[in-house]
């Protein structure tokens, strides 16, 4: 993505004001953040399954009061292991290379981690070179390669973060991995 | 929608469908429901949901399919049944009253369904691609117009015939949706007999262009024939067009019957139609310059994204017109490839076929494993895969010809004389349970070998820890019968024989298998620069693992000829032979002194210059460890191959020692010597020259780096695969 190209919004680092999911007001937000942004449609449903069942691991990202980035994730057990899922991230265009994204899942990240979490996976686009990027920063591997994941023929990496193993204190709640197909937002490097 | 009791699955002989109703009964009655509808929309607002036992979110979420029309009551179709499509004239039989414009529109119908073709093939539904032709869901229609229906009989048939291989084929969930036929009319009657139908065709078609070549040299035509249509101008070129195009149909569906005959008997014949095929497409490309000549529109400059020849839109197709009828069809628009790629694909794809039918369905199991890893490096696509994978095991035979067990005894490196008679005697002892599973093993490491890359990886790892598995088995059952007996009856001497030499082949197997799966990483993308140290040592110890098994099983099986009296007395020349390293050998200790040498170099670049790291937040580089290699590490292949090695092999690695100690050096060494070994075989030698190259530029920017890397920050160094998948080079530039 070439920044030149496009109108950067200017701002501090600490302007931006992150915001753990609070509420249905935060949903209508969401929503439009991610129909905006990425072509996958969502029923509402969809986003209330992840808000409502872990509201802990959502979070927004606000600059004067306007929501301009937001993270929205699950976590569950899935073949013995309890996992993190990060199911949609969004940074709207002109807020994009200056680390919120980053800021957003790391924040979820940790809350994962802090809820006993083993590891967490997502999948991304092999082409989508700015999350592969901020993942890979992280802690990601890439730990396969899916062919032709996405409709429009596009192969797709699972990554995956392994937390350093300690004792587990299992108490989340018991869900079945779906799997649900989600998008990243094509994300400068930071 | 109450009154209209139409069944929307639309019969498929071609019929009006008939309305259905259910009759009232003693214990039933209609009973209109639409008040109770409207009373829970109102009562429900936006966004909100009926939260019940057994329907809580997650059913919500699922249950809902946004765009599928089956589903989603927002979504308008053009049509909303094939019927109104064909009531409204979307499909005409003929397309045009007017013969020149009919012809002109059947060409681009062929065309089009071409670029279906090739779409559904590279990975869309039939449903949403081939069968998004009206003409095809409707073949009855066509009767009366011998091109579309002779040409739509062949399509029909050739579907079906390449769904059947790719079905029977291994599949799984990424490829999938080439499969689906749900509510497609596939099985037509007489189907068999298309290609006598085509023939007819062609045979008419022929006559035409002899008579309008006769015409046009003014000489008499004895036959009453109909031209093909009416500008005398536009015969020739039109009756061509549709030669080549009928003409590729035919020497296609052949293709598929040759390949399909058993234990590759028709593969020879297949060759010959392949390059028929390939003739042919070259003609219809060459049509292309005509078809857009007459076809009275401007030249438009994206004519390259066109699915015609002639640059036209087709007549008769609606992608949504299955979206109703079919099963999970994605609701998603796909885009349908263009007519020039589609040529492109069908090339591409008869070539991989061609491929396929030159192999010489060697017996030697090693042989066959590289021509499958060969070919997979041309990216063949499903079907020319699913074609490979059914050549090799047919009938639980090789080829259905090699009985696999036959196969691995050869593998195994058994003297010839062993084979037969003693295993047959001694089948008892290779308990039939642990046969059976080898036997499987084999058949299924093929034909995980045929699928796509991404895959076969995942698969390849999952099977390690079987592979693994039987050799602890066959290991504890040798010990078991035999103890540590060095010498009793010659029988059971030549059973231990037997044992161990399998059991060394199980295991230079599974290193094989370990190699591989490392190796498809980098293939696929799948390691970062800063893990590919980490992955360059996990290489070097299998790789060291495979040369010993490898050099273990020859020099066994020149041990055990000699025990049966083969070699009577050792000749100088014998021994000289049994001290040299075998070439298959040598040639493996080339990848281990690059893998070693690109280990260091890693290493020291990052122990020295601190480049190539990769500290995160939440794990540390022992993690990524352990997920890169967990299915190795599950399986101990090999042993003792931890974090903590790895590190302990590393820390110390220091430019100045690697300069003394050049890995790539030797590599080049390696290389050159063990060339003359492999005169006969092209595809090794190739390999030599760029394991050569890498070694040589590798020790290049190791000796740079050596001199002028404390004393310019400047130089940057990347690592790039510019001379072999999967060994890669270093560059040394500045920044």
Same mark, same amino acid.
């Given at each position: 993505?070439?920044?030149?190209?496009?109108?950067?919004?200017?701002?501090?680092?600490?302007?931006?004001?992150?915001?753990?999911?609070?509420?249905?007001?935060?949903?209508?937000?969401?929503?439009?953040?991610?129909?905006?942004?990425?072509?996958?449609?969502?029923?509402?449903?969809?986003?209330?399954?992840?808000?409502?069942?872990?509201?802990?691991?959502?979070?927004?990202?606000?600059?004067?009061?306007?929501?301009?980035?937001?993270?929205?994730?699950?976590?569950?057990?899935?073949?013995?292991?309890?996992?993190?899922?990060?199911?949609?991230?969004?940074?709207?265009?002109?807020?994009?290379?200056?680390?919120?994204?980053?800021?957003?899942?790391?924040?979820?990240?940790?809350?994962?981690?802090?809820?006993?979490?083993?590891?967490?996976?997502?999948?991304?686009?092999?082409?989508? !070179?700015?999350?592969?990027?901020?993942?890979?920063?992280?802690?990601?591997?890439?730990? !396969?390669?899916?062919?032709?994941?996405?409709?429009?023929?596009?192969?797709?990496?699972?990554?995956?973060?392994?937390?350093?193993?300690?004792?587990?204190?299992?108490?989340?709640?018991?869900?079945?991995?779906?799997?649900?197909?989600?998008?990243?937002?094509?994300?400068?490097?930071? | 929608?109450?009154?209209?009791?139409? *069944?929307?699955?639309?019969?498929?002989?071609?019929?009006?469908?008939?309305?259905?109703?259910?009759?009232?009964?003693?214990?039933?009655?209609?009973?209109?429901?639409?008040?109770?509808?409207?009373?829970?929309?109102?009562?429900?607002?936006?966004?909100?949901?009926?939260?019940?036992?057994?329907?809580?979110?997650?059913?919500?979420?699922?249950?809902?399919?946004?765009?599928?029309? @089956?589903? #989603?009551?927002?979504?308008?179709?053009? +049509?909303?049944?094939?019927?109104?499509?064909?009531?409204?004239?979307?499909?005409?039989?003929?397309?045009?009253?007017?013969?020149?414009?009919?012809?002109?529109?059947?060409?681009?119908?062929?065309?089009?369904?071409?670029?279906?073709?090739?779409?559904?093939?590279?990975?869309?539904?039939?449903?949403?691609?081939?069968?998004?032709?009206?003409?095809?869901?409707?073949?009855?229609? &066509?009767?009366?117009?011998? /091109?579309?229906?002779?040409?739509?009989?062949? %399509?029909?048939?050739?579907?079906?015939?390449?769904?059947?291989?790719?079905?029977?084929?291994?599949?799984?969930?990424?490829? #999938?949706?080439?499969?689906?036929?749900?509510?497609?009319?596939?099985?037509?009657?007489?189907?068999?007999?298309? =290609?006598?139908?085509?023939?007819?065709?062609?045979?008419?078609?022929?006559?035409?262009?002899?008579?309008?070549?006769?015409?046009?040299?003014?000489?008499?035509? *004895?036959?009453?024939?109909?031209?093909?249509?009416?500008?005398?101008?536009?015969?020739?070129?039109?009756? $061509?067009?549709?030669?080549?195009?009928?003409?590729?149909?035919?020497?296609?569906?052949?293709?598929?019957?040759?390949?399909?005959?058993?234990?590759?008997?028709?593969?020879?014949?297949?060759?010959?139609?392949?390059?028929?095929?390939?003739?042919?497409?070259?003609?219809?490309?060459?049509?292309?310059?005509?078809?857009?000549?007459? *076809?009275?529109?401007?030249?438009?400059?994206? %004519?390259?994204?066109?699915?015609?020849?002639?640059?036209?839109?087709?007549?008769?197709?609606?992608?949504?017109?299955?979206?109703?009828?079919?099963?999970?069809?994605?609701?998603?628009?796909?885009?349908? =490839?263009?007519?020039?790629?589609?040529?492109?694909?069908?090339?591409?794809? /008869?070539?991989?076929?061609?491929?396929?039918? *030159?192999?010489?369905?060697?017996?030697?199991?090693?042989?066959? /494993?590289?021509?499958?890893?060969?070919?997979?490096?041309?990216?063949?696509?499903?079907?020319?895969?699913?074609?490979?994978?059914?050549?090799?095991?047919?009938?639980? @035979? =090789?080829?259905?010809?090699?009985?696999?067990?036959?196969?691995?005894?050869?593998?195994?490196?058994?003297?010839?004389?062993? @084979?037969?008679?003693?295993?047959?005697?001694?089948?008892?002892?290779?308990?039939?349970?642990?046969?059976? +599973?080898?036997?499987?093993?084999?058949?299924?490491?093929? $034909?995980?070998?045929?699928?796509?890359?991404?895959?076969?990886?995942?698969?390849?790892?999952? %099977?390690?820890?079987?592979?693994?598995?039987?050799?602890?088995? =066959?290991?504890?059952?040798?010990?078991?019968?035999?103890?540590?007996?060095?010498?009793?009856?010659?029988?059971?001497?030549?059973?231990?024989?037997?044992?161990?030499? %399998?059991?060394?082949?199980?295991?230079?197997?599974?290193?094989?298998?370990?190699?591989?799966?490392?190796?498809?990483?980098?293939?696929?993308?799948?390691?970062?620069?800063?893990? +590919?140290?980490?992955?360059?040592?996990?290489? +070097?110890?299998?790789?060291? $693992?495979?040369?010993?098994? &490898?050099?273990?099983?020859?020099a066994v099986s020149y041990d055990t000829a000699k025990r049966k009296g083969k070699k009577k007395r050792d000749s100088p020349k014998d021994l000289v032979r049994e001290s040299r390293i075998p070439p298959a050998v040598l040639f493996l200790q080339c990848y281990i002194c690059l893998a070693e040498g690109l280990t260091m170099m890693l290493a020291a670049l990052r122990n020295e210059f601190m480049i190539l790291q990769?500290?995160?937040?939440?794990?540390?580089?022992?993690?990524?460890?352990?997920?890169?290699?967990?299915?190795?590490?599950?399986?101990?292949?090999?042993?003792?191959?931890?974090?903590?090695?790895? @590190?302990?092999?590393?820390?110390?690695?220091?430019?100045?020692?690697?300069?003394?100690?050049?890995?790539?050096?030797?590599?080049?060494?390696?290389?050159?010597?063990?060339?003359?070994?492999?005169?006969?075989?092209?595809?090794?030698?190739?390999?030599?020259?760029?394991?050569?190259?890498?070694?040589?530029?590798?020790?290049?920017?190791?000796?740079?780096?050596?001199?002028?890397?404390?004393?310019?920050?400047?130089?940057?160094?990347?690592?790039?695969?510019?001379?072999?998948?999967?060994?890669?080079?270093?560059?040394?530039?500045?920044?």
């Open positions: 993505m070439d920044a030149s190209s496009e109108e950067k919004a200017e701002f501090e680092g600490e302007e931006i004001e992150y915001l753990s999911y609070g509420g249905e007001h935060h949903l209508p937000l969401i929503m439009s953040l991610v129909d905006q942004e990425l072509s996958e449609p969502y029923s509402i449903f969809t986003y209330r399954y992840f808000v409502y069942l872990w509201p802990q691991l959502s979070f927004l990202a606000f600059h004067k009061g306007k929501c301009v980035g937001t993270v929205v994730c699950k976590m569950g057990e899935h073949r013995n292991t309890f996992r993190g899922y990060i199911a949609m991230l969004v940074v709207i265009k002109p807020y994009r290379g200056r680390g919120i994204a980053t800021e957003l899942v790391t924040r979820s990240i940790r809350m994962m981690m802090e809820s006993g979490c083993e590891e967490v996976t997502l999948e991304a686009e092999v082409t989508n !070179k700015g999350a592969l990027a901020l993942y890979g920063r992280l802690g990601f591997i890439r730990a !396969k390669r899916l062919f032709h994941y996405y409709l429009n023929g596009v192969d797709a990496f699972r990554l995956k973060l392994l937390f350093p193993r300690q004792e587990l204190h299992f108490s989340g709640p018991m869900m079945t991995n779906t799997d649900a197909s989600h998008e990243h937002t094509d994300l400068d490097n930071t | 929608m109450a009154d209209k009791a139409v *069944s929307e699955e639309a019969s498929m002989d071609g019929q009006a469908p008939k309305p259905t109703s259910i009759p009232v009964t003693d214990n039933t009655v209609w009973a209109d429901a639409s008040p109770l509808l409207d009373a829970a929309c109102i009562g429900l607002r936006y966004g909100e949901l009926i939260h019940g036992d057994n329907f809580n979110l997650f059913a919500a979420m699922s249950a809902l399919e946004i765009m599928d029309p @089956k589903m #989603d009551s927002g979504i308008v179709c053009r +049509y909303y049944s094939i019927d109104e499509a064909i009531e409204n004239g979307a499909a005409p039989v003929p397309i045009s009253l007017d013969s020149t414009i009919d012809v002109q529109c059947t060409i681009d119908i062929m065309d089009h369904l071409l670029a279906c073709e090739a779409a559904w093939h590279k990975g869309h539904s039939l449903a949403q691609t081939v069968f998004s032709c009206i003409y095809l869901l409707r073949l009855d229609r &066509t009767a009366s117009h011998a /091109l579309l229906h002779s040409y739509g009989r062949v %399509i029909r048939a050739t579907c079906k015939a390449v769904l059947s291989v790719v079905s029977d084929a291994r599949t799984h969930e990424e490829e #999938d949706l080439f499969t689906m036929t749900y509510g497609l009319p596939l099985n037509g009657d007489g189907d068999e007999k298309c =290609l006598s139908m085509l023939n007819a065709v062609e045979e008419t078609i022929s006559r035409q262009l002899r008579a309008c070549k006769a015409t046009s040299s003014k000489r008499r035509v *004895s036959e009453d024939l109909e031209p093909l249509q009416y500008n005398p101008n536009l015969e020739e070129g039109f009756c $061509k067009a549709l030669l080549c195009r009928l003409r590729f149909r035919k020497h296609f569906f052949h293709v598929l019957t040759c390949m399909k005959r058993p234990q590759g008997r028709g593969l020879e014949l297949a060759r010959k139609h392949i390059a028929s095929c390939i003739s042919e497409l070259e003609f219809i490309l060459k049509s292309a310059e005509f078809l857009q000549s007459c *076809s009275g529109e401007s030249c438009e400059d994206d %004519i390259d994204d066109k699915t015609t020849a002639s640059g036209r839109e087709p007549i008769g197709f609606d992608a949504s017109l299955n979206s109703r009828l079919s099963a999970p069809t994605p609701p998603r628009a796909i885009k349908i =490839l263009s007519w020039k790629k589609a040529v492109e694909y069908f090339v591409k794809l /008869l070539h991989d076929l061609d491929v396929i039918c *030159s192999y010489s369905l060697d017996p030697h199991l090693e042989n066959l /494993l590289r021509f499958v890893v060969q070919f997979q490096k041309s990216q063949p696509d499903l079907v020319a895969r699913s074609h490979l994978q059914l050549l090799l095991v047919q009938d639980g @035979k =090789l080829y259905g010809r090699d009985p696999i067990f036959a196969v691995i005894t050869k593998a195994a490196a058994l003297p010839e004389a062993t @084979k037969n008679h003693d295993i047959q005697k001694n089948e008892s002892i290779l308990q039939l349970g642990q046969c059976y +599973y080898i036997l499987q093993l084999v058949m299924n490491l093929l $034909k995980i070998l045929c699928t796509n890359a991404a895959w076969q990886r995942r698969k390849l790892g999952k %099977i390690l820890q079987d592979w693994r598995v039987i050799y602890l088995q =066959l290991e504890l059952a040798l010990r078991n019968e035999f103890g540590e007996v060095s010498s009793s009856s010659n029988d059971e001497n030549i059973c231990m024989k037997i044992f161990q030499h %399998i059991l060394i082949w199980v295991e230079e197997q599974t290193y094989w298998i370990a190699c591989r799966f490392l190796m498809l990483g980098f293939e696929l993308e799948l390691y970062s620069a800063s893990e +590919y140290c980490m992955v360059y040592w996990y290489s +070097y110890a299998v790789l060291i $693992k495979l040369a010993e098994k &490898t050099h273990l099983k020859m990769s500290p995160s937040p939440f794990n540390t580089e022992q993690e990524k460890f352990v997920q890169h290699f967990e299915l190795l590490q599950r399986a101990c292949i090999p042993d003792h191959a931890s974090y903590l090695s790895f @590190k302990e092999s590393t820390t110390h690695a220091r430019f100045s020692t690697l300069v003394m100690y050049n890995y790539f050096k030797d590599a080049q060494r390696i290389a050159k010597e063990v060339k003359s070994s492999f005169s006969n075989d092209p595809d090794r030698l190739a390999e030599l020259r760029k394991l050569e190259q890498v070694a040589e530029h590798n020790s290049v920017a190791l000796n740079l780096i050596c001199r002028l890397g404390a004393l310019d920050p400047s130089l940057k160094v990347s690592f790039e695969f510019s001379h072999h998948p999967f060994f890669a080079t270093a560059v040394v530039r500045r920044s």
